[in-house]
């Protein structure tokens, strides 16, 4: 049997899945959780300790631990991977990586005993990598703006210049670190930095994920000179090339022969980002709903027949991995502000996902949280700090266990709502993926809000399976919608509740009210 897999390098740890593409089954996953199985590169949540918090950097050496642990695992637990013909991938968007001229040849060497997370340290002209949690990139967005436009840059790239995304972090790495940016002779992405690893030589980046770099012009699908120059000195000569999503890296490194993949190789596929894949993975690539992931980060997206650009400047164009364009909405305060609250409240996530919401009602008798236990994205909030507005128990932080719970979902869907209003579609159903969406709770506070059927999918890791689905449909024996339609089927439809409906419309302008009167900036 011919098998694919799908791997998702993503912020708090790595996971794959293996399917088997003409048969439709999904065979096995297997995944790494940096804090527990990593404990050595310090970053329980995928992030080295920083004393600023607008500072959020990885050790990309831990990404490539995270996949020969990966491989150990999976080689360990007999996973059939000489049946595996092919290989795609997804990284945490926006991330960076900086290696200087001996990058090609480390990667490259044959097959050593000393593994290629040890060999790779000399090839780093940056030891760390700023990643989509980074918002330290302020001034380096206002220079952009400044030289380009604000406006000129959102409609040539899709978005306008954004603190987490790749140019501004590159810029910031010039401005600090001249001699070490002089140094690096490849910058890749996350994902093009993993796939380049996997195939032993650097590797093109997709266009889903290159256009979260602020330096991708959507039009010409090709990096953008001006912003390019403006960006850094010699910038696009240091660039992955970007190339569709399907097109083949490779074939698989010797490097990674021994955890039992076959003599005649994986062919390799240019790696995407989370989002994409997840978008290819719900089954949302073909445009007939929109998607709802609920990860470390929440994000909401939809694929676009054309590339429409949101005034306020938070929704970005990035490509769809089947063709077109997809549009995104990110918010950092997702799965860990959730976390947050259920410890403050002492209960488990079965209490958190579906207890809390039975006991307390719908809307929460207008008690509503900004929840910014961390520097904010969605709206723009450098100043972290939750916010509550409401009854004066809620405001004074005395409310029960219930309301706070529901105060945090329903915030964090009012929010998507408002957020998301730019792309002026009612969408009718709404795929749900992510840790959260296994939730009852979660999802009827989804259907009600965005007033839409909400739909869960089996595995609540899309990305992997999106990237495991791009991988079978590169081989070039499978399109996407067949793909979609044996892979992502619902598993179960969330109704809106038309009482709940009303509640929450009323409730979204009292939250767009309270979000436009903080200045937290
Ligand atoms: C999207 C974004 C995050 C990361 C991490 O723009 O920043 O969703 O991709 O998942």
Avoid at 22 to 29: L, P, Q, T, V, W
Avoid at 125 to 146: F, G, H
Avoid at 301 to 315: H, I, L, N, Q, V
Avoid at 432 to 448: F, K, L, M, R
Wanted: aromatic residues 8%; glycine residues 10%; charged residues 25%.
């Amino acid at each position: 049997m011919k098998l694919a897999m799908g791997i998702d390098s993503s912020t708090q740890g790595m996971k794959a899945v293996l399917i088997a593409p003409k048969e439709g089954g999904i065979i096995a996953s297997e995944s790494v959780n940096f804090g527990r199985d990593l404990p050595e590169y310090e970053s329980p949540e995928g992030v080295l300790r920083n004393a600023d918090p607008l500072i959020k950097h990885s050790d990309p050496l831990m990404w490539v631990k995270a996949l020969e642990t990966l491989f150990e695992k999976m080689r360990k637990n007999k996973f059939p991977l000489g049946d595996v013909s092919v290989i795609c991938g997804c990284g945490q968007q926006h991330g960076s990586v900086y290696l200087n001229g001996l990058f090609p040849e480390i990667i490259s060497a044959r097959e050593s005993s000393i593994p290629l997370s040890k060999r790779l340290e000399p090839a780093l002209s940056r030891k760390t990598s700023p990643v989509w949690m980074d918002s330290s990139t302020t001034k380096q967005c206002e220079i952009l703006s400044k030289k380009i436009g604000m406006a000129e840059i959102r409609r040539r790239t899709g978005s306008p210049p954004v603190e987490r995304f790749t140019g501004p972090q590159i810029m910031k790495f010039f401005t600090d670190e001249k001699a070490k940016y002089n140094e690096t002779k490849f910058i890749h992405l996350v994902s093009s930095f993993m796939c380049s690893a996997l195939c032993g030589k650097s590797s093109p980046a997709d266009y889903g994920d290159a256009a979260g770099m602020n330096l991708l012009n959507i039009e010409t699908l090709d990096w953008d000179d001006e912003i390019c120059s403006v960006t850094a000195p010699d910038l696009k000569s240091k660039l992955p090339r970007p190339v569709i999503s399907t097109t083949i890296a490779g074939t698989i490194s010797d490097n990674f022969r021994k955890y039992g993949f076959s003599s005649k190789k994986s062919k390799i596929v240019v790696w995407t980002g989370d989002n994409p894949a997840s978008l290819v993975g719900t089954g949302g690539a073909s445009g007939e709903s929109a998607v709802i992931s609920l990860g470390t980060s929440d994000t909401f997206f939809a694929a676009m027949r054309s590339p429409k650009t949101d005034p306020e400047g938070y929704g970005h164009v990035f490509g769809n991995p089947a063709g077109g364009f997809m549009s995104l909405i990110c918010f950092k305060n997702g799965s860990l502000a959730r976390e947050k609250i259920k410890e403050k409240c002492g209960v488990d996530w079965d209490y958190f996902g579906l207890s809390a919401f039975e006991k307390s009602a719908p809307g929460n008798n207008g008690n509503i949280m900004l929840p910014y236990f961390v520097p904010e994205i969605t709206p723009l909030v450098m100043k972290r700090g939750v916010k509550l507005f409401g009854s004066a128990k809620f405001v004074s932080g005395k409310a029960g266990k219930d309301e706070k719970i529901r105060a945090i979902v329903e915030s964090q869907m009012l929010r998507m709502k408002l957020h998301s209003s730019w792309l002026g579609e009612k969408f009718k159903k709404i795929k749900i993926t992510g840790g959260g969406s296994q939730s009852p709770g979660i999802c009827q506070v989804a259907a009600d809000v965005f007033d839409a059927c909400v739909e869960t999918i089996s595995i609540p890791d899309s990305a992997a399976l999106g990237a495991a689905i791009i991988a079978a449909c590169a081989e070039g024996d499978f399109s996407f919608s067949e793909m979609s339609a044996k892979f992502a089927k619902p598993v179960s439809k969330i109704v809106p509740n038309s009482g709940n409906v009303k509640i929450y419309r009323a409730l979204l302008d009292k939250y767009a009210e309270f979000e436009k009167n903080q200045n937290l900036s």
